[in-house]
């Protein structure tokens, strides 16, 4: 039975917040025209939920689980925020690997900025940026889908109009990133 189908009583309940194994700052919370964030109600997420959940950490208010991909300074990293049981992507960056690299260190930064200016369905949402004292974390909207290479590799082939599909939501996206004069590499 999926989580959200469970029936749960107040005793399986937790409201957000309690003890944290590590706390994170946050640096960055949704703002900027249009993106002011709401205060979130008294949620509460079925403790079966959260239990459920694999994970090794917790930085603010996520549980951090299994790794989804890995670069070469950074992990991306299945998260759950533990106020809504929202399932999320959580890049982690590594401090050491970043001071060492002039690229990553200079546009650590830049990166929520960019997702500040920008809102497109085809773009993923930065929710929070959170820091540690070993590394950086961005939570994200989560794209279940996985991503489209590893889509092209599983199928071997696309029907042209998925094919087409896909062409027209990178087009949009690329093509709003262009009139805010962001390039994507």
């Known amino acids: 039975m999926p989580a959200a189908a469970l029936k749960s009583t107040p005793e399986d309940m ?34 079966e939920l959260l ?8 930085v603010g208010s996520y549980l951090v689980g299994k790794m989804i991909n890995k670069g070469s300074f950074a992990k991306v990293m299945e998260g759950l925020h533990i106020g809504t049981g929202e399932k999320v992507a959580i890049k982690v960056i590594d401090k050491k690997k970043a001071r060492q690299d002039s690229y990553v260190l200079k546009n650590m930064k830049r990166e929520p900025r960019i997702h500040q200016m920008v809102r497109h369905p085809h773009i993923v949402v930065l929710l929070e940026t959170l820091e540690t004292e070993n590394s950086y974390y961005m939570a994200m909207e989560l794209c279940a889908g996985g991503d489209l290479m590893d ?33 994507h590499r």
């Open 14 to 47: 937790v409201a957000e917040g309690g003890d944290e194994e590590e706390r994170g700052t946050s640096q960055w919370e949704a703002s900027g025209p249009g993106r002011e964030r709401l205060p979130l109600p008294s949620l509460k997420v079925p403790r």
């Open 151 to 183: 889509r092209i590799c599983e199928r071997k082939r696309l029907e042209e109009r998925e094919v087409r599909r896909y062409t027209r939501q990178i087009l949009s996206a690329v093509e709003h990133l262009h009139k805010h004069g962001i390039v």
């Open 51 to 58: 239990r459920s959940f694999p994970h090794s950490k917790r």
